[in-house]
C-alpha cells in the first residue's frame, strides 16, 4: 500500500470518528434546557366570550395520533357534539413538552424545557398540581405525569415498562389492568382525571403508520368509547399530543406531526362546531372549566375566541431577521469560494451529490428522523470516490476549496440558530429544525471533511513532486513529458513551477 493512499485512510478514520464524536456532543448541547423566552399575544387576545360551565374534567391523550388516522365511532362521536378542533402543539412535539404546553398554558420555550422527554424537577404552576386530588393513569412513562403535577399517579414506578429496571412481570400486570384502572379513576370523584394511551406510539416508532400503528389506533377508540360511558356529564376532551412521520417519528415542526385533531365536549359557548387553535387555547380552556386561573405570561385564548381569529404558527419561534442576513451573507462567501476555485470536479460536487442521495433514501432531514449512520456512510463513498479519481494531483488549495463551503453552510446554519451562544453556555435555540441543521451538517458537511481530511492525508504522507502547479480555477492539468522522459505538467501561461 502506498503512502499516500494510507495516510488517505487512516485521515479518513479519524475524520470520521471525530465528526460522530462532534455530532453527538452537538445533539446533547442543542436540545438541552435553557432560559425562558417570551412570547407574544395571539390574535383576538382581548375579545370577549362568553363564560364556559365548571365542572369535573376528563382528559385523554391519545400518544401519537396522527391527524391522519385520527378517526373512529367514539373519537368521531365525541368531536360531533363537541368542538373539533385541528391544535397547533407548538416545537417540539416530544411528549413531555407537548403536555407541559397542555398543563401550564406557556410554550415550551416559555418554560425553558429540554427539547426532549427530561424535566428536572415538576413544572411550577401547572394546573394538576394547582388541585385537589387530580390523577393521572398512564400506560407507561409516569415521570411524565409527574413532571407536569399529577399528585396521583398509576401504576406504580416497577410497572412502569418505560423505567430502566422496571418489573417485567409488574408492567405485564399493569398492563392487562390499564383500561379498568382508566375506567375506575373517570368514574370516580377526582375533579381532573387524565388517562395517557401509549400503545399508538409505541407502534408509530416501531414500524410508522403501519397496520400495526392502525389496529392501536383502533383499540384505543374503543377504550374511549368505554370512557366517555363512565362519565358522560364531565367534560372531555380526547388529543394527540403529536402526530407520526409516516415511517415513524416525530419531534420537529412539520405540519403533519405538529398539528392534531383534538375533540373538546360539550361545545364551549359561542364556539362552532370545527376550528383551529393553539394548544395554548385547549390549556386555557382546561383552567377556565377547573375555574383556576392560567399562570402569568400564558396567551391562551377562551376556544371560541381562538376559533374566531386563528393565528397560524404563532406559537413557533423563529430566527431573527439579523440572523437571517448574516447566514445568507456567509452562505455566500462560501459558494463565492466553490465557484473560484472548485477544483477538483468531482470533490467539489460531492456534498451537493450526497445531498441528493440523502434526500432521496431520507426525506427532510429534521428532529423526527434521524439518521446519521445514512449521512455518514454516504460520506465515506464519497471520500472514497474523489480518492479513486484518475489522473488528479492533490494540492492544499483544493483541499481548502472543498472545505471552506462546508464550513461555510455550518456557520449559516449556526446563525440561524443561535448555536455559538448554546456552546459559549446560554440558552439552546429551541428553534424549529435546530436538529435538522445538525442533519444537514450530517449530510452536507461530513462528506466534504471526510473527502478533505482524506485528500489531506494523502498530500502529506504522499511523495512531494517538483512540477505540481498551484490549483487555480483555470488553466489544463494535461500530463506533459519532462526533457529525462519523466511526466510532469505543463505551468499556466504567466506563471512558475511551485517549489
Known sequence: MSGRVAG?????????????AARAHLARVLTAAGAPAAQRPLRGADAPAPAVARGPLRVVVLDGLDRAEAAGPALDGLCARGLDLVVDVGFPTKSLPVQSVLWT??????????MRNQAPAPLAGALPARLDGAHAVVEAWTE???????????????????RAGASPAAAAGWRARFAAAAGEAVAGPAPLVLV????????GHRGGRDAAYRAEVARADDLLAALLVRNPDATW??????????????????????????????????????????????????????GVPPP??????????AVAHPDPGAT?????????????????????????????????????????????????????????????????????????????????????????????????????????????????????????????????????????????????????????????????DQPVRSADGGAGRAPAPGRSHDA
Open 8 to 20: 488517505a485512510l487512516v485521515a479518513l478514520a479519524i475524520t470520521a470518528g471525530a465528526l460522530v
Open 105 to 114: 398554558g406557556l410554550t415550551a420555550q416559555q418554560t425553558g424545557l429540554a
Open 144 to 162: 411524565i405525569a409527574r413532571a407536569v403535577g399529577f399528585p396521583r399517579v398509576d401504576p406504580d414506578p416497577a410497572a412502569d415498562r418505560a
Open 196 to 203: 395517557h394511551v401509549l400503545a399508538i406510539d409505541e407502534a
Open 237 to 290: 376532551l380526547a388529543l394527540a399530543d403529536h402526530g407520526h412521520l409516516r415511517g415513524g417519528g416525530h419531534g420537529d415542526a412539520e405540519p403533519g406531526v405538529r398539528l392534531v385533531r383534538a375533540c373538546v365536549a360539550p361545545r364551549p359557548p359561542g364556539a362552532p362546531g370545527r376550528g383551529v387553535a393553539h394548544l395554548v387555547d385547549v390549556s386555557r380552556h382546561l383552567h377556565d372549566v377547573l
Open 296 to 305: 402569568p405570561g400564558a396567551v391562551g385564548r377562551p376556544l371560541a375566541v
Open 316 to 476: 413557533l419561534p423563529r430566527p431573527s431577521t439579523a440572523a437571517r442576513v448574516l447566514a445568507a451573507v456567509a452562505l455566500a462567501l462560501g459558494l463565492a469560494v466553490a465557484v473560484r476555485h472548485g477544483r477538483p470536479r468531482a470533490a467539489a460536487a460531492a456534498p451537493l451529490l450526497v445531498c441528493i442521495a440523502y434526500l432521496a433514501l431520507q426525506g427532510a432531514p429534521s428532529l423526527s428522523a434521524r439518521s446519521p449512520g445514512v449521512a455518514l456512510a454516504l460520506g465515506v463513498l464519497a471520500a472514497a470516490a474523489v480518492l479513486a479519481w484518475p489522473g488528479r494531483r492533490v494540492h492544499p488549495s483544493r483541499v481548502v476549496a472543498l472545505v471552506l463551503p462546508a464550513l461555510a453552510a455550518v456557520v449559516a446554519g449556526a446563525i440561524l440558530t443561535r448555536v455559538p451562544g448554546a456552546l459559549a453556555g446560554g440558552p439552546p435555540a429551541r428553534l424549529p429544525f435546530v436538529t435538522a441543521w445538525l442533519q444537514i451538517v450530517a449530510t452536507a458537511v461530513t462528506p466534504a471533511l471526510l473527502v478533505g481530511g482524506a485528500l489531506a492525508g494523502a498530500l502529506l504522507s504522499g511523495p512531494r513532486t517538483s512540477g505540481s502547479r498551484t490549483g487555480g480555477s483555470g488553466g489544463s
